[in-house]
Every structure is written in structure tokens, then in C-alpha cells.
């Protein structure tokens, strides 16, 4: 019970302008990760085409976007929650939730479904470079 009361008094004192800048940074680093920096190389190790990403349209991408818009406040949220809870910087507890939580979860794209290497790698690191992004916008909040 007191974990619920807890989490209720976070999320009525939670600043909701600073997650959703920070999701809308989150958002961004996604486009520039898995497109001008990584993008070829993350089709390559995906085994899409450039030809198949040329039929998806804009309205396909919808859904996708909705969801990866939820997930990146849900993690700011839980960025913020950690930080809070742990009481140290946010920084710190965007490492501790990508070592604990995604580091070695993600694993097993590589181990099961027999994806490259560097796609576990594209996509681990991109998940931490997004943690410190969240982070980092978030500390001009809190």
C-alpha cells in the first residue's frame, strides 16, 4: 500500500512539460540514431531494403510513433522515479536502469532470433545515449 501512496504523491508532483520535452528529445535522437548516423547500417543488420522502407508510408508510421512517443515518457517517468527514489543524479540512474534493465535483457535478439552483433549494438546504444539525452533534459527541470 505504501509503495501506491508513494507513487501517486510522484506522479501528482511530476512535471509533466519537462517528460514530454524530454520524450520529444528522445523522439528526435531516435530519427538522427536510426537515420543519418545509423540507418544503413541498422537495415543491413535488420535485413530490411531500402525499397521496403520506401513503401511504408506516413500513415503506416502512425502507430509506431504513437508507441515509441509512450515508451520514451514512460521511461523519462521512470528516470525521473529512480532518481528521485535513489536520490541521485539523474545521470546515474540512466546508467543503473540501462546496465540493469537493458544491457543484457536485449541480448536476445543476438542469442534467439540470430541478429548480428551490431545490431544488438546499434540498439543498446542507442538506448543509453537516450537515457543520458532524457537525463540531461530533465536536469534543467528538476
Excluded: C
Aim: glycine share 8%; net charge positive.
Amino acid at each position: 500500500m505504501e509503495l501506491i501512496r508513494i507513487t501517486f504523491l510522484l506522479l501528482l508532483q511530476l512535471n509533466y512539460v519537462a517528460v514530454v520535452v524530454a520524450a520529444i528529445a528522445a523522439f528526435v535522437l531516435g530519427f538522427l540514431w536510426y537515420g543519418p548516423i545509423f540507418g544503413k547500417k541498422w537495415m543491413k543488420y535488420s535485413g530490411i531494403s531500402a525499397e521496403s522502407m520506401k513503401k511504408v508510408s506516413h500513415k503506416d508510421m502512425i502507430g509506431p510513433y504513437a508507441v515509441t512517443f509512450l515508451t520514451a515518457f514512460i521511461e523519462a517517468t521512470f528516470l525521473l522515479f529512480f532518481a528521485l527514489i535513489l536520490q541521485t543524479q539523474l545521470w546515474h540512474a540512466a546508467v543503473l536502469i540501462w546496465f540493469g534493465f537493458i544491457l543484457f535483457s536485449s541480448m536476445g535478439i543476438v542469442f534467439w532470433d540470430n541478429k548480428p552483433w551490431g545490431l544488438y549494438f546499434i540498439n543498446v546504444g542507442y538506448r543509453l545515449v537516450n537515457l543520458l539525452v532524457m537525463g540531461f533534459v530533465l536536469s534543467f527541470f528538476y
